[in-house]
Antibody, heavy 117, light 110 residues
Framework: EVQLVQSGAEVKKPGESLKISCKGS????????IGWVRQMPGKGLEWMGV????????KYSPSFQGQVTISADRSISTAHLQWSSLKASDTAMYYC??????????WGQGTLVTVSS | QSALTQPASVSGSPGQSITISCTGT?????????VSWYQQHPGKAPKLMIY???NRPSGISNRFSGSKSGNTASLTISGFQAEDEADYYC??????????FGTGTKVTVL
C-alpha cells in the first residue's frame, strides 16, 4: 500500500528556519516525482514544485522559486520542504504529493505550518 | 504560471447532473491531455477523481466523468448526491514542465 506520511504541525516565529518532511513507503521511491502543494487558510491549492529522487532533478513553480527549497533523501525515502526565513504569509497547510504521469495519485495527510510572533 | 479558471461555486439538486468548467490556455489545458480533477472535503487531503482528461482511478464512481474541448476541460457529476458536496480542483501539466491548479469550485446541494 502506497503511503506518504508527513511530519507534524509546526509553530514558528517570523525569521526562523524550518524543514518539514514526507516519508514514502509501499512503492519504489526513486521512480516517481514527489512534490509539495500549499493551501493557505480558506484558500485553494497551489502547486509549489517537485523533485525526482532518482536523480535529484527539481522543478519549481515560478511563484515559489527562491522562496523554498525542495529536496529528497532517497536513502530514507523522504522528501523535504524547507524555508530559511519564514514569514507570516507562509502560514498554511502543506501537502506532499506523489506524481504519476500527468497527475497526483497519492497525497500525504498534510503538515500545518503556523508562523506568528 | 496563472491558475486555471474555475467557477467559484456550483449548486445542484440530488439526482441532477452538474458540470464544472476549467479554462486554461494552449500552454496547459489545450496543449496536453494531462488534465486531472481532485475532490477535497473540509479538513481532508485532496483525492484524485479524474486523470488524463477522462480516466477514472480504481474505486471512483462512474458518476464522475471528464472531457476537454480546446482550452477548457470539464468535470460532470451525474446523479448528484449529498456526499459529493465538496471543493473541486482541476490541474494541468504545462509547457514549462510544471503543473498548475485551478482556482477551485465549491459544490453545494440545493
Amino acid at each position: 500500500e502506497v503511503q506518504l506520511v508527513q511530519s507534524g504541525a509546526e509553530v514558528k516565529k517570523p525569521g526562523e528556519s524550518l524543514k518539514i518532511s514526507c516519508k514514502g513507503s509501499g512503492y519504489s521511491f526513486t521512480n516517481y516525482w514527489i512534490g509539495w502543494v500549499r493551501q493557505m487558510p480558506g484558500k485553494g491549492l497551489e502547486w509549489m514544485g517537485v523533485v525526482y529522487p532518482g536523480d535529484s532533478d527539481i522543478k519549481y513553480s515560478p511563484s515559489f522559486q527562491g522562496q523554498v527549497t525542495i529536496s529528497a533523501d532517497r536513502s530514507i525515502s523522504t522528501a523535504h520542504l524547507q524555508w530559511s526565513s519564514l514569514k507570516a504569509s507562509d502560514t498554511a497547510m502543506y501537502y506532499c504529493a506523489r506524481h504519476a504521469t500527468g497527475r497526483v495519485d497519492y497525497w500525504g495527510q498534510g503538515t500545518l505550518v503556523t508562523v506568528s510572533s | 504560471q496563472s491558475a486555471l479558471t474555475q467557477p467559484a461555486s456550483v449548486s445542484g439538486s440530488p439526482g441532477q447532473s452538474i458540470t464544472i468548467s476549467c479554462t486554461g490556455t494552449s500552454s496547459d489545458v489545450g496543449g496536453y491531455n494531462y488534465v486531472s480533477w481532485y475532490q477535497q472535503h473540509p479538513g481532508k487531503a485532496p483525492k484524485l477523481m479524474i486523470y488524463g482528461v477522462s480516466n477514472r482511478p480504481s474505486g471512483i464512481s462512474n458518476r464522475f466523468s471528464g472531457s476537454k474541448s480546446g482550452n477548457t476541460a470539464s468535470l460532470t457529476i451525474s446523479g448528484f448526491q449529498a456526499e459529493d458536496e465538496a471543493d473541486y480542483y482541476c490541474s494541468s501539466y504545462t509547457s514549462r514542465s510544471i503543473y498548475v491548479f485551478g482556482t477551485g469550485t465549491k459544490v453545494t446541494v440545493l
